[in-house]
Structure formats: C-alpha cells, structure tokens
C-alpha cells in the first residue's frame, strides 16, 4: 500500500503537473459475489451498511483506509479545467498541484543559445552500446 505522501514523492519525481487521491473502503461477506446490487437484496444492504459503517470510522482516523486510489496529471491544461475540477471534487478527490520537480532544471533554461552550435550525438554516442559475441580462442 501507499501513502498520500508517497503518492506526492513520485508525482514530483515524474516531474508531474500534479496529482488527485481518494480513500476507498471495501468489506468482504461470505456469499457477496453472488448477490445482486440490488437494494431490496439482504446480503446486499447487509454489504452496503458494513462498508459506511467502517468508512465512518475511517473519516473518524479510528480505522485505515484500505485503498488509496490515485490519478496522475501529465497535462497541466486538466489541473486547469474547473469543470473537472468541481466533478472530481463531489466525487470525494482531492487534487494536488506539483507544478512538477523543483529540483530540476526547467527545460528553458538548458537550451543553447541563440547562434550558439548545437553538437549532435553520433552513432558513438547511442544509448545502448552494441552487443558483440565474444569467442574464447580454443
């Protein structure tokens, strides 16, 4: 499992925009997979009550919360759209922004300079260096 914390810890490693989290609480009864949503269903109610039951408690910090759910922004437009905003907000999300690593070197600032060379990598230069079957002499 992780944390609220832990979720903050990768998006600014990312170099994310940002972030929405929500708690999500679950029960398990004997024979549940079997019933149907249905209200006038026992097992069902029975399900239903347990599960408000025990996020009450949760909202209460006299249990933990089962699941972390978690959405991760790579488009800093969607932290700026307020319709999805306000939609994942009555859902029970709460969004946070990153603003992306703070440690890291804006893109702008690394690019050359006007008139400046640019130097290109060249076949030497590649990510992953060739592999070569090597072959002991006998």
């Known amino acids: ?4 914390r832990e979720v903050q810890k ?5 170099n994310l925009p940002g972030y929405a989290c929500k708690n999500l609480q679950d029960v398990y009864i004997a024979g549940c997979e079997f019933a149907r949503a249905d209200p006038a269903d026992p097992l069902f109610v029975q399900m239903t ?5 025990l996020q009450a408690r949760c909202e209460q910090n006299q249990e933990k919360w089962n699941y972390l759910l978690t959405i991760f922004f ?16 009555a859902h ?5 922004r990153t603003d992306g690593n703070p440690h890291l070197t804006p893109a702008t600032a690394a690019a ?3 008139g400046a060379a640019v130097q290109r990598p060249g076949p030497a230069a590649s ?3 060739a592999l070569r079957r090597q072959t002991e002499p006998a």
């Open 127 to 129: 990510h992953t260096p």
């Open 92 to 96: 029970g999300w709460t969004v946070e």
């Open 1 to 4: 499992s992780m944390s609220r």
């Open 74 to 89: 790579k488009d800093p437009a969607l932290l700026a759209d307020a319709g999805l905003q306000g939609r994942l907000a």
């Open 112 to 114: 050359p300079q006007a």
């Open 10 to 14: 990768l998006a600014l490693g990312l």
């Open 49 to 53: 009550q347990a599960v408000a039951q």
